[in-house]
């Protein structure tokens, strides 16, 4: 065979492998893309509908009664599969009242609690506050002075990089009053903590506030951005034996599934109260299921908190028993 000929036909030749390797490589390529697709579908379809964080409460009685410091928190809740942690002001008042809340003192636990989430990958996402003052006081110069003695926690949330801090509309009980002081002691907090983009939400929490009609007029009424609500799926005791917001036995309660659901367009954060559980894993008064379609159907992509308050079981395994709960009811969404 002559040169010239067999360039040519090994130029046709090398036309037609060329060819093959393109469609072969294209070919390959659009597996690999396929595949890739099928696997981002899958991760889709098992990656859970809302992330999960732990409220400190929850282990209130092993900082309280057990003596476990409460800096451990982000190292427990990682060790469960949490991925967002919820503080508890008052599991650190031991500590900060020996100083009167001063300025250092606040410093150090906003250091220490940075320094343990970042150590164990977690997300800082709001603290509750609680003992600091009624929010609600009937008169409006205690108002103030209440409201400026939560300035300092919406100063730590700003540092840790939370989105809110939980307070409580303690105060008058008579509804009426109870509104219109609300009302005012919100939007003093919300206006001082719009500029460090902090949230003040408002959990159903005792008293008035458990009235989830009465506390949608607190939010309609103030009308600010950075203020919401923390709807709980229990805490709707509306009346008690003795008028207290929390001890003795409930007289009148609020339907949870309504007032959850009332509440749920103002929320910037979610509470999965438990209590006990049966032998199928179910919370005894909560319908769970019931409860997340309510969340899900308002629209809310954010976390959900569990917050253990039984005594059957010990506080780890509630917080398991809820979370597992809380995992088992997605899968029953639509």
């Known amino acids: 065979m002559k040169r010239r000929n067999f360039i040519q036909n090994g130029s046709r030749a ?31 379809q098992t990656s859970p509908l809302f992330k999960l964080s732990l409220a400190q409460w929850s282990i209130h009685r092993m900082i309280l009664e057990d003596g476990v410091d409460p800096y451990l928190f982000a190292e427990k809740a990682k060790d469960w599969g949490f991925e967002g942690l919820e503080y508890v002001s008052y599991l650190y008042y031991s500590e900060l009242e020996k100083s009167d809340f001063s300025e250092e003192a606040m410093q150090a636990f906003v250091d220490r ?31 103030k002075k209440n409201v400026e003695n939560h300035h300092k926690w919406v100063d730590a949330a700003a540092a840790m990089g939370c989105h809110s801090i939980r307070v409580n509309l303690n105060g008058v009980m008579d509804p009426d009053l109870w509104v219109d002081a609300s009302v005012d002691g919100l939007s003093m907090l919300a206006a ?3 500029d460090k983009n902090i949230n003040i939400i408002v959990e159903n929490h005792g008293g008035p506030s458990s009235n989830a009609k009465l506390l949608v007029e607190v939010m309609k009424k103030v009308d600010m951005d950075n203020c919401g609500t923390l709807p709980d799926f229990g805490n709707f005791c509306i009346k ?19 007032g959850v659901e009332e509440l749920m367009p103002y929320a910037k954060a979610v509470s999965a109260k438990s209590y006990n559980f049966d032998e199928d894993g179910n919370e005894t008064v909560i319908d769970y299921p019931k409860m997340l379609q309510i969340v899900k159907n308002a629209g809310y992509s954010g976390f959900i908190g569990v917050e253990y308050e039984g005594n059957e ?5 509630g917080i398991m028993a809820t979370k597992k709960l809380l995992q088992t009811a997605m899968d029953t969404l639509t």
């Open 313 to 317: 079981l010990s506080e780890k395994d």
């Open 192 to 194: 001082y903590a719009k």
């Open 113 to 143: 609690c940075n320094a343990e989430s970042k150590k164990h990958g977690l997300e800082n996402l709001l603290i509750m506050v609680d003992g600091q003052g009624d929010l609600a006081a009937e008169g409006a110069d205690q108002r």
């Open 14 to 44: 090398g036309i037609a492998l060329s060819l093959f390797g393109i469609y072969s490589c294209k070919t390959d390529n659009k597996k690999e893309e396929d595949a890739s697709k099928t696997e981002d579908a899958m991760a889709e």
């Open 240 to 258: 008690r034996e003795d008028g207290s917001y929390y001890e003795s036995k409930c007289l009148e309660e609020y339907d949870k599934y309504k």
